[in-house]
């Protein structure tokens, strides 16, 4: 009987302990994701517009994600074979900094200072970025070398100095792709900051200035320069300046809830032609400045499938596949046009032989 009784009080002792235990383990764990949950910001995760690229899209092409010449950003300025990019960013430093009269590095700095902890809300991964020190010396270092090279490209260059890159250069190609990655970005503010500090009185603004290197460097049809028509504020990095003249004249569409039918498949360009489909392209007869994009250049109609056709260059694969990886990871993109664009041409040419024939044919 007395050791039933204590065997009795030791398990209503246990169960005390073991709901005790219990208790601890659930207030910790709400103490921890209450302590995580003090650094959550909300407008700080929507304010990000410079992302890592995911790993399912960096797997199937490292290379295009990745720059060859130079590094503008904090991800990547700590690769050593881009160390030698490193001397011509203090000559165009050098180059920025005598532009104005009266103009020193210690004002410069004192106006980044300003932007600093709105640029740090830009980019996706802050653990990179150093100290605050390091961050102002990259948006300096780096900020000066962009806005001075795309200077250089426009042929402003001060009276009586040469090229410090020659525009017809084979470097001067390699660092506009680096420009073009999503992952070697700077906020577009910081640049026009910098561009205004020693922009002269007849000096075009920076944004009509990248808008002339796009449409140089960047080889898609239809890109114009109304797209930029009161976007200064919006634009958010260089990336997105090339998204906005590809995506222009598009209209938002209704907001509709999703359909499954969406997940049926497209017959490929053999079953439409088995059908009876005939195609006909589009893209390289069209005019810049005429104002349709890319993406209005698909249409179906009465058994004629218009499809836009451009041409395919060394850089080509790495601008699009990092216009695709900025419309998946920004909550700013709302309407994926390179995405449906990918999708629609993967389901249209579904064979190297099939992607072959549509080549000769534009030939």
């Not at 209209?251 to 088995?274: C, F, G, W």
């Amino acid at each position: 009987m007395i050791c039933r009784k204590i065997y009795h009080q030791n398990s209503g002792l246990r169960q005390t302990i073991e709901e005790g235990r219990k208790g601890y383990h659930l207030s910790d764990i709400e103490e921890r994701i209450n302590e995580m949950n003090k650094d959550l910001d909300n407008s700080s995760i929507k304010s990000r517009t410079i992302f890592k690229v995911n790993v399912s899209l960096r797997k199937s092409n490292p290379s295009a994600y990745t720059p060859k010449m130079v590094s503008i950003d904090p991800y990547h300025r700590k690769n050593p074979q881009l160390g030698s990019m490193e001397n011509y960013k203090l000559l165009y430093l050098r180059r920025f900094l005598q532009r104005k009269e009266g103009f020193d590095m210690k004002s410069c700095i004192r106006e980044l200072e300003k932007l600093k902890e709105e640029a740090l809300k830009c980019y996706d991964d802050i653990e990179d970025l150093g100290n605050d020190s390091q961050f102002c010396q990259m948006l300096l270092l780096d900020g000066c070398f962009v806005v001075e090279f795309i200077r250089e490209c426009c042929e402003m260059c001060p009276e009586g100095e040469e090229e410090i890159i020659s525009f017809a250069s084979y470097i001067c190609y390699q660092i506009f792709r680096d420009l073009m990655l999503l992952e070697n970005q700077l906020p577009f503010f910081v640049l026009n900051k910098l561009h205004d500090m020693t922009k002269q009185d007849d000096e075009l603004p920076l944004l009509l200035l990248v808008n002339d290197s796009i449409i140089f460097f960047v080889d898609l049809p239809n890109m114009i320069s109304e797209s930029f028509k009161n976007t200064k504020d919006s634009i958010k990095h260089l990336l997105h300046a090339v998204h906005i003249a590809s995506c222009h004249g598009q209209h938002p569409k209704k907001n509709l809830k999703y359909d499954i039918k969406r997940n049926k498949v497209m017959p490929n360009a053999t079953e439409l032609s088995q059908a009876g489909v005939s195609f006909v392209k589009a893209g390289l007869h069209v005019k810049l400045g005429d104002k349709t994009s890319l993406f209005d250049s698909i249409k179906f109609e009465n058994g004629l499938m218009t499809i836009p056709c451009f041409r395919v260059y060394d850089g080509t694969e790495t601008i699009l596949r990092n216009l695709i990886a900025y419309e998946q990871q920004s909550s700013d993109v709302q309407y994926k046009y390179f995405i449906d664009f990918a999708a629609f041409m993967d389901h249209f040419i579904d064979s190297k032989k099939m992607s072959v024939c549509f080549a000769r044919k534009e030939s």
